[in-house]
């Protein structure tokens, strides 16, 4: 089959839409009547430009789209220009409610008096600083959607625990945050069982250069510093003779870091706050600007999201206090409601309708105590490194114990009348994987065409049972999407009950139905290329793969990988681990990193990763020594370590769902079974630009189609 042109110009629809329409700029403008007016006050520009003011002026515009109450950001750009007159401006203002920012800590504690003095809220993305929670305790007016520091040390020290550390020395910018990293660490290295060597405070530039000589004479294994970018490059150009590692706090995370240190950066890594990945925001992010959110986005994103819920709330409660409306908010016990436009849009409706919604937000759940200012009860944390000039990330870990939820069923209330899609996938999102390549087809969609989507996960098999069996849907789907071969009894069970509704499987099975479709990715081809590439470039003639479990889907990667590499050269060994007997196996990334440290024990330098989530854990097995590439599957997953993921086996996932969306919308929809190969693009090898000349050569595409052609004709 040929799949039509997918995904025009979604970067190009929202350059053109930019922030000129949206009427976003240092003076605000008045583009759509009674619009929520919210005051912004972060940088552009500089070191400490990581909120994504782009990402809110998406946000609006995509709001807008949803219906609802038009919302108008009057941005101030505090890399440039007077904080306090900025804050005093946005402040005065009598159509501004809600100001978001600052940037920094220091900047929070200097303008949030004046700012709360006026009677306006003030909710801060990235001011991190346990001093602010001191500080404002009773001040029901300052908020913040990121965690306090103190939450990041445990991370921090946590994470240098297991990557083997036991002396570290603390270095600390002498100033609010800074301070309060200082206050803080020693207690959290105590429970890490670490060795804190000493704290040294940077007082100005001309420090620097004694401090690193002072730290390379105690000779601690790892650095951590508290500072900002410009101070975080000169320590590390400080650090160079030393064996030390450093590791760099939040606010030490920006491009700067790359762009004035180059190959001086690689191996710098730190923690910073990140997307809840179960949202899949960073993925929606990536697909609309081309790039992995900035550090602060997803918090930015959501104190744009408590403004306009707080404004809804007032429409509900007018004679309500700023505050106590937040408040209200944030306690919602009703249906869970997301970070997304189409979510977010229904919620503030419910909200203005008197609903009470448990709303979520990107960077986690909008979950808070007592105390406003000490931030969110739950964060995200990811641990970074510099690696081939890029960062690359870890998957992201909450802070405390939760429970992902997706987004719940009922709609805002009203019949619906644009088709509604359900996506049923194996697993919650942030497997960097099956589960997030589907929703980054299913995103694509709903930004292209007038659907309501529906999110759920094999968790909610029986929830869904019981809805299609006694067909009681407070929805009706249009279109049901299962991706994974669990699905398979269950599926065709719900199609042959409900003939009305339409349902597209991945990877299950030709049911026979005129309301079922089947896509199948048969990865036979692209693995027997990474077959050869791996024969390829080891250098010990011994090869391996590390499986979720000895399923049919993972058949093909295992044979045509095999074979690809027999046919390279027959001396070489390929081992096949598998992490479990079931699909369990596909979402346990310690086993998964112990197998792949046993075949490193083998002799084994080149591993095919094939076990869905669990990847990550071959990630940081490899990362041990370093000595081990890796080829990823289903997704470009160069990202997970730049240096040492050569290859993906991808299957276009993404375009499955959105063909299937679309064939939906235009009336296109066609029964039976679908096969999506190398020969027709379905599947292929993605080789990392930096690895490109282990990439096979031509005449192995032909030799790789024609193997699987035979093997297509063996299995079929």
């Given amino acids: 089959m040929t799949p039509r042109p997918r995904f025009p110009g979604l970067l190009a629809l929202f350059t053109l839409i930019g922030i000129v329409t949206l009427g976003i700029s240092s003076a605000g403008c008045t583009a759509a009547p009674d619009p929520i007016r919210v005051g912004v006050l972060l940088p552009e520009n500089g070191s400490l430009a990581t909120h994504s003011l782009d990402g809110l002026g998406w946000a609006v515009d995509a709001l807008e789209r949803q219906g609802g109450r038009p919302v108008e950001l009057v941005c101030r750009d505090t890399s440039a220009g007077n904080l306090t007159a900025y804050a005093e401006d946005l402040a005065g203002r009598d159509d501004i409610d809600v100001i978001i920012g600052p940037a920094t800590s220091a900047d929070l504690m200097e303008i949030a008096p004046l700012v709360t003095g006026r009677g306006k809220l003030l909710i801060s993305p990235s001011a991190t600083s346990g001093l602010v929670t001191a500080e404002f305790q009773d001040n029901d007016l300052v908020w913040r959607t990121c965690s306090g520091d103190s939450e990041q040390l445990k991370a921090i020290f946590a994470i240098l625990r297991e990557s083997g550390a036991e002396n570290v020395s603390l270095v600390a910018a002498n100033n609010t945050y800074g301070t309060t990293f200082a206050r803080l660490a020693p207690a959290a290295a105590t429970v890490a069982g670490i060795r804190l060597t000493g704290t040294a405070f940077i007082e100005g530039p001309d420090d620097l250069a004694g401090i690193a000589a002072r730290l390379t004479a105690e000779g601690p294994d790892v650095v951590v510093a508290t500072v900002y970018p410009e101070e975080a490059a000169r320590l590390a150009d400080g650090l160079a003779g030393s064996r030390a590692g450093l590791f760099l706090a939040d606010a030490g995370r920006s491009p700067y870091l790359i762009e004035s240190l180059g190959d001086r950066a690689e191996g710098i890594s730190g923690t910073s706050l990140a997307p809840d990945p179960s949202t ?19 918090q930015t994103y959501d104190a744009l999201l408590l403004a306009v819920y707080t404004a809804a709330r007032q429409e509900a409660a007018p004679d309500e206090p700023l505050a106590a409306s937040l408040r209200w908010v944030v306690s919602g016990n009703g ?20 609903g009470h919604p448990t709303v979520t937000g990107a960077s986690g759940p909008l979950q808070f105590g ?135 499987t991945l990877e299950q099975a030709d049911y026979g139905l005129p309301n079922a479709c089947d896509a199948v990715m048969v990865p036979y081809g692209a693995s027997y290329l990474a077959g050869v590439m791996a024969a390829n470039m080891t ?5 391996g793969a590390v499986a979720g479990a000895p399923v049919s889907v993972i058949e093909p990667f295992v044979e045509g990988f095999s074979a690809g590499a027999a046919a390279y050269d027959p001396a070489v060994n390929v081992t096949v681990r598998y992490v479990a007997g079931g699909f369990e196996g596909f979402g346990m990334p310690e086993r998964a990193g112990d197998l792949a440290r046993d075949l490193h024990s083998e002799g084994v330098d080149v591993i095919l990763m094939i076990a869905g989530s669990g990847n990550t854990g071959i990630v940081d097995a490899a990362r041990e020594t370093g000595d081990v590439y890796l080829i990823g599957e289903d997704t470009d997953q160069s990202y997970l370590a730049p240096n040492l993921v050569v290859a993906s086996v991808v299957k276009n996932i993404d375009a499955i769902v959105y063909d299937a969306v679309e064939d939906e919308v235009t009336g296109r929809f066609r029964a039976g079974q679908e096969a999506w190969t190398l020969v027709d693009g379905g599947t292929g090898l993605f080789v990392s630009p930096r690895f490109a000349g282990y990439a096979p050569a031509d005449g192995w595409h032909d030799r790789a189609v024609a193997a699987e052609g035979e093997y297509l004709a063996r299995m079929w």
């Fill in 280 to 298: 899949g925001y960073a993925i929606a992010y990536e697909e609309v600007f081309g790039d992995e959110p900035p550090a602060f986005a997803a």
């Fill in 335 to 354: 249906v869970p409601k997301g970070w997304d436009p189409q979510e977010a849009a229904e919620a503030a409706a419910m909200i203005r309708a008197g």
């Fill in 370 to 504: 007592d105390r406003p200012s000490a931030g969110p009860l739950v964060g995200y944390y990811t641990r970074w490194t510099i690696e081939g000039g890029a960062f690359s990330e870890s998957t992201p870990v909450p802070s405390a114990e939760i429970t992902p939820r997706l987004p719940g069923l009922a709609a805002s209330g009203g019949a619906v009348e644009r088709p509604v899609v359900w996506m049923v996938y194996p697993l919650a999102k942030g497997d960097r994987s099956f589960a997030d390549s589907a929703y980054r087809g299913l995103f694509r969609a709903e930004e292209s065409f007038d659907v309501t989507k529906r999110e759920f996960t094999y968790a909610d098999l029986a929830l869904l049972d019981a809805v299609f069996a006694a067909q009681n849907f407070t929805e009706k789907p249009a279109l049901v999407i299962t991706e994974g071969f669990q699905f398979t009894e269950t599926t065709r069970a719900w199609a042959e009950g409900n003939p009305d509704i339409r349902f597209v």
């Fill in 539 to 543: 250098e010990t003639g011994r090869i």
